[in-house]
Structures are given as C-alpha cells and as structure tokens.
C-alpha cells in the first residue's frame, strides 16, 4: 500500500506596499497579450498576482487600424484588459507590466495607476522615472526588475533622492532561464555571475542590511515547481515570478496552437536569438528562428515605431518584433516569434491555472485532463 505524500507547508503570503499577497507568486508578464485579462484574472483569483502585459496590446484590438493611431489604441486596449480582468476577480490582485523600452512607456504606466492596476512590473531599462509617471495614485505598488545588486542600488538610491519613495520590491530576473528580452549581454549569458543563486541572496542581504528588510526580494527565471518556490525562499526572496509555467494552461490569452507548440516541444528547442531591440531573447525553436539564425530574411516592416531603440528602424533586414510576438499569439507559428523561458518546453499537457496552484500549494497533482477536455 502506497502512503500518500505529507502535506506541505503552507507557502508564506508576500507584502509587497500595502498589499497582502495570500499566495507569493507573481505571474510573469508575457508580451504581445500571451497574458491579457483572462491569465491575470484566473492567477489573482487562486491568491498570487495577476500580470497584464501592456506592449502592444492594440494589435489584437478592435482599435488598431493598420497604420494609424497605434499608441491611442494600445492605451483604449488596456483600459479594456484592466477592466475585463477587473470585472472577472473582483477582489484579486492585479497588475501590469510596463517596459521602459517601449516608446508609450509613459502612457502605459499613467493608464495603468489610473485604471486600478494594484502593481506595475518594469523592467526592459531601468525604470528610473517610473514614480513621477506613476505619481497621481501613490498607491499602487513599482517593482523595477534588474539583473544586478548594482542596478538595484542605483535604483533605489536615485528614487529616494528624486521622489522620496522606495521600491515596493524588487524583481530579480535570471538571465540564464527566463524567457523573453534577457537583462545582459549575449557574451554575459549563462555566467554563475549573473544567476539567483548568485544575485538573491547578494540582494537580500543588502535589503536586510540598508532598508531594514523593506525592500522584498522577488525572484524570477526557472521556478516550475515546489522545490523551487522553497529553494528561492531560501536564498532569501520574499516571492516568485513564474512565467513559462503558466504558457499551457486553458486561461492563457494565447492561441491554442501557439500553446501546442510547447507541448510538441523538445528540450533542445530551445534558443538565443538578437532582437531588435538590442537584447538577447530566449525564444521556442520555430520556422521563423531557423530562419533567423540562418541568416535568411525575416524581415518585415516597422509599422508604429515602438521601440525606443530598434534595429528595425536603423537596419533594412531586421524585424519588427512586436508584429513577429503579435502573430505567434494568433497562432501564426510560421512567421511568428514564440519567446519562452528554460521551462517552457516541459510542458506536456494543458493545465487550469487553479491546479498548478494546488500543486504548487499542497503537492497535489490534477490528474492530466483528457485530450479533448474543454476548457473553461
Ligand atoms: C512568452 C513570454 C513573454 C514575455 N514577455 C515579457 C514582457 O512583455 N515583459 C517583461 O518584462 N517580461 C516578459 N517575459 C519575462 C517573464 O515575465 C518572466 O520574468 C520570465 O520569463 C520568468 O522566467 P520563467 O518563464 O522561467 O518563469 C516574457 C516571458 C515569456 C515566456
């Protein structure tokens, strides 16, 4: 007779401002509208932090009209995803992700204090005016991401010195696992240096020692599991983000053969591609990055300028990252661009997000849902 596991320990809930977090996981950001209301809402609803991404969320909208009004229409697209997540938990927590990189930075942080996002994420740059943008509703919660005890730092130094605030937190980002734009070079990529068993606890020392513990560590890249939620914990972090874990579930706001693309996905399909926004990515090996690292023609044409810095704009053969994330989402795996983290390809299955809670929480495991089991 075979015992049943013991019951784990309760996970701690993360403060982070004046929010309690009854479950301290963060849902990571996933760009163009991989997470919109739906994951948001199902995340806030099972007790962690629900994250809208807001780069180019027009795309997908009834608002966006080729060509025209890209940046008015990103703002009316959000203003929708924060109601409809909104309208779906009621009383979840719910944030957006904001990068500095993108040129409507600024209106997407303004958009989201003043349409009720609880947290905003930032990172892509470091997010050095995100409080002046954010300043009309002091109460919604900044966490910058860095790659850096120094990045932190300079950060939390030159925000008491302008604004007079701190972090809410800050979100470690390991290079080495997460999926998506990575915070260092390509020849920096894999160094120990720049890993969360490196960095966390670097970080958590300095919150301890010069902010009295104020500042909550949040740690990101790689967490699939309980083992390691508890592993972070003991490096010292508050929380977790997780990202890839939540690609192949029923709520993700994705296309359904954008999400089979990872269940399909070998361990090897996993690659470093440049983009154009002049950072490593870590991408789902697909036509469009055979292509790519092949050195053929990816090419197509800068539509609304949205990066601040974009080799689409300066070189004629790069491409237009927002359109090649805006396709893979409508399940355009041939000419679209899948970003995914180390984990993304162990997937094996479609998942609630309300059992990869109860797993991560009590060690139980749903059993796998039949193929064509419908989702809702
Ligand atoms: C499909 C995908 C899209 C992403 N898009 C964004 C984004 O728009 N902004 C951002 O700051 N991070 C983005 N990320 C990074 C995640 O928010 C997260 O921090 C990282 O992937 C964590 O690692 P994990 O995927 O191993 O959990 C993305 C990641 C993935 C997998």
Redesign the pocket.
């Known amino acids: 007779m075979t015992l049943p596991n013991p019951p784990l320990p309760p996970l701690p809930p993360l403060q982070i401002g004046e929010y309690t977090i009854p479950v301290p996981i963060i849902q990571?950001?996933?760009?163009v509208r991989?997470s919109a209301n739906r994951l948001a809402s199902a995340v806030a609803n099972e007790g962690g932090v629900g994250i809208i991404?807001t780069?180019a969320l027009s795309l997908a909208s009834k608002y966006y009209k080729k060509g025209k009004d890209y940046y008015q229409a990103n703002v009316k697209a959000l203003i929708d995803e924060l109601h409809l997540a909104r309208e779906a938990s009621p009383q979840g927590i719910i944030g957006t992700?904001c990068?500095v990189a993108i040129r409507d930075f600024e209106a997407m942080v303004r958009t989201s204090v003043e349409y009720g996002a609880q947290l905003i994420?930032s990172?892509?740059g470091l997010p050095l005016r995100l409080p002046e943008f954010a300043a009309s509703h002091p109460s919604t919660a900044l966490v910058p991401?860095v790659s850096s005890l120094r990045a932190a730092r300079l950060l939390a130094a030159r925000w008491r010195k302008l604004y007079r605030r701190l972090p809410d937190a800050i979100l470690f980002?390991d290079p080495n696992?997460?999926?998506?734009?990575l915070g260092v070079r390509r020849n920096q990529l894999f160094s120990a240096e720049y890993a969360a068993d490196q960095v966390v606890p670097q970080l958590a020392e300095w919150s301890r020692s010069e902010y009295n513990d104020e500042i909550p560590i949040i740690t990101?890249?790689?967490?699939w599991d309980r083992a390691d939620i508890d592993h972070a914990l003991a490096l010292g972090a508050k929380g977790v983000?997780?990202?890839?874990?939540f690609?192949c579930t029923y709520e993700c706001d994705a296309d359904e053969r954008y999400k089979q693309a990872f269940i399909d996905a070998k361990e090897s399909d996993v690659v470093i591609i440049d983009s154009p926004a002049g950072l490593p990515g870590r991408a789902l090996s697909s036509p469009f990055t055979r292509t790519l690292l092949q050195g053929g023609r990816v090419a197509n044409k800068c539509f609304a300028t949205c990066l601040e810095e974009c080799s689409c704009r300066a070189v004629k053969d790069a491409f237009c990252i927002a359109e090649a994330l805006h396709r893979a989402q409508q399940g355009d795996l041939e000419r679209g661009l899948i970003?995914?983290?180390?984990?993304?390809v162990r997937h094996t299955h479609m998942s609630h997000v309300r059992d990869i809670f109860r797993e991560l929480m009590t060690g139980q495991t749903a059993s796998q849902p039949a193929a064509q089991a419908a989702p809702g």
Do not use: P
Request: hydrophobic letters at 45%.
């Open positions: 990571g950001g996933m760009g991989v991404a780069v992700n990068m994420i990172g892509a991401i980002e696992t997460a999926g998506g734009h990101a890249g790689g967490i983000q997780m990202a890839s874990r690609l970003f995914t983290g180390t984990n993304g």
